[in-house]
């Protein structure tokens, strides 16, 4: 009995964590106070954004990309990196599907691109700077590739010879070098500007409140998120022209625009000051964020140079760790979501890539990884199971001190209590093991959801994708019968669930049979329907996590069985089993006498 209760306990806490998890808590919006345009000294500039939407010239020069990574090209009206398609990743399983395209030009559906440019100071103007629409001049033949760097040129009628060089990396990592040549006779005053300019939201924006998509960015350690929804309500400030938040950064920082699985940043030189400005243009539907780096001086006959990178590629874990780690860029593996408790979700996937480096199937890394976490959990579950089988010892002793306590509960109360005390036995240690799964839980959710290495990763059969739900269905008995499956997201699909998640339902059943149903008709009727009701919950989460939740359900069973064994409790799962079935047929036959008596009665 006492065993029951703390598996109540445990389901009811569990429940109630699951439920504050996804409803009474939601992340908040990380609240920045803007900074007024008094307080950026730096910048004598006029806010650049009022030209980022710029149409694109027809016939305009290209310079093509090719890398191992990425492919696309360069348009030389602002020298926009514009038109970007990441090779490595398809829309969906189908190898033959269009690779995933992440910038996209002015002129096509939901525009993306990244530009650099120069905003004038002192008795410059706009037309004497480089900006989106400059018409560059390419500067010889050729590809861009990690071996061979293109050059654009532009000469200004104020006298200054603007040179820009791009190159690229094996992977994500664009470099921008501006030089600029003073051939008049009269000192000059410019700032560099980088911008990454989105023209509404993504068409694939997931929004979902656990996983953030929209601005990302880091400013002298502090890192920040916001939404796109968050970035419609930013306050409008006069001097940008439009709704925004500046952030003045005196050390390191970087800022973009992280999607799901894919992102692009601008990345100053890091150990020298900028503003990274997040702002939204209401009337075009404009989401930008920039950089702004301090005002230069370029005497007569003199050249200054100034140079950002662009990460622009999907959010890989080891890529983006050599970025922060090896290209300093701090802090530049917060930009994949790790969520509320980064504390465990960052080992989690740490040790999960290790493992698929060495197996090479994510989904019997998953089964690795439970096992390690099982291991790691051992002692404290121990404890549990060991108390458990004391607990089912006390259990002849517990029903004498209920006759003898009769209808007076605080002396039954009373007498338990000091029975536990005696025998040395912790009534609440068996709800530990349910309540340490649960942070558990959260976090290889939140790695599955979020990371890339789990999109398109197979394990088995017809799992070909651990970061989906499992496609299978019963409504055409899992692909035998002629017919195809529900559409993922409709009623049919949330009523006929896969194989996996009935796979589920039954560990999890199973598991339960460990112990004898409760004497009270009520409990017997919530512990019957647990496991099933469980199965429909989880069966349309990722079918990596079901996977996770089924391994740690057996392992869970191996173990408790085991344990309890060892301390002369052994279950007696198959006996639970068969009184459970002898239950209903009684419970059957009793409402069958009574419908009969009523009968006879009429």
């Not at 009269?186 to 989105?198: F, N």
Request: with cysteine.
């Amino acid at each position: 009995m006492e065993n029951t209760k703390n598996l109540i306990l445990a389901i009811v806490l569990s429940l109630l964590v699951m439920l504050g998890w996804f409803w009474l808590f939601p992340p908040e919006q990380q609240a920045n106070d803007p900074v007024e345009p008094d307080a950026v000294s730096t910048m004598e500039d006029t806010p650049v954004t009022q030209q980022a939407d710029a149409p694109v010239q027809a016939d305009v020069p290209r310079i093509s990309i090719d890398t191992p990574e990425l492919t696309g090209s360069i348009s030389a009206q602002g020298g926009r990196i514009d038109d970007l398609l990441l090779k490595g990743y398809h829309v969906t399983l189908d190898d033959n599907s269009d690779n995933v395209r992440l910038l996209t030009p002015v002129g096509e559906d939901r525009a993306y691109y990244t530009l650099q440019g120069w905003v004038p100071a002192g008795g410059l103007d706009f037309p004497d700077v480089p900006g989106p629409d400059t018409q560059w001049s390419i500067q010889g033949q050729g590809t861009l590739t990690p071996d061979t760097p293109v050059t654009l040129q532009w000469q200004s009628p104020a006298g200054l010879v603007f040179t820009r060089t791009i190159a690229v990396d094996q992977q994500y990592m664009f470099t921008v070098t501006d030089r600029v040549q003073n051939t008049g006779t009269a000192e000059q005053r410019l700032a560099p500007y980088g911008m990454i300019a989105r023209h509404g939201t993504p068409v694939d924006l997931q929004g979902f409140f656990v996983l953030h998509e929209g601005v990302v960015g880091r400013v002298d350690g502090e890192l920040m998120e916001t939404k796109y929804k968050a970035v419609r309500d930013l306050p409008q400030l006069p001097r940008e022209g439009a709704q925004a938040e500046l952030h003045e950064a005196t050390t390191d920082g970087w800022i973009g625009f992280t999607d799901h699985y894919w992102m692009t940043t601008l990345i100053p030189q890091q150990g020298q000051p900028f503003t990274a400005v997040e702002k939204y243009l209401p009337q075009q539907d404009v989401f930008t964020t920039e950089t702004r780096m301090p005002v230069m001086a370029v005497a007569p006959g003199a050249t200054i140079e100034s140079s950002q990178r662009i990460f622009a590629g999907a959010k890989e874990w080891a890529t983006i760790r050599h970025y922060q780690n090896d290209q300093s860029v701090p802090g530049f593996i917060d930009s994949i979501d790790w969520g509320w408790f980064f504390f465990l979700t960052k080992p989690i996937f740490h040790v999960l890539h290790w493992l698929n480096a060495h197996i090479g199937n994510m989904g019997v890394s998953i089964i690795a990884l439970t096992f390690l976490l099982k291991a790691l959990v051992l002692p404290l579950a121990y404890k549990s199971y060991v108390s458990m089988a004391r607990m089912k010892e006390l259990q002849p002793e517990m029903e004498a001190l209920k006759e003898r306590a009769g209808d007076d509960r605080a002396k039954l109360q009373k007498e338990m209590m000091t029975l536990y005390k005696e025998k040395k036995v912790n009534p609440a240690a068996g709800c530990l093991p349910m309540l340490l799964q649960i942070p558990i839980f959260f976090s290889l959710y939140k790695v599955i959801l979020v990371t890339i290495e789990l999109r398109h990763a197979p394990f088995f059969g017809w799992l070909q994708d651990l970061s989906a739900p499992d496609p299978s269905s019963l409504f055409n008995l899992f692909g035998l019968l002629p017919w195809a499956a529900p559409e993922a997201g409709s009623t049919l699909a949330m009523v006929f669930i896969g194989a996996l998640p009935i796979l589920l339902g039954i560990s999890m059943w199973l598991q339960q049979k460990l112990n004898p149903a409760p004497p009270d008709p009520t409990q017997q009727m919530i512990f019957a329907w647990m496991p099933w009701v469980f199965m429909f919950m989880l069966g349309h989460f990722a079918s990596g996590l079901v996977l996770y939740w089924i391994t740690n359900n057996l392992i869970t069973f191996g173990q408790q069985y085991l344990i309890m064994t060892s301390h002369g409790a052994r279950p007696d799962v198959f006996g639970n089993i068969r009184s459970s079935f002898q239950r209903k047929k009684a419970a059957q036959a009793t409402a069958a006498a009574i419908e009969q008596k009523s009968k006879r009665k009429k």
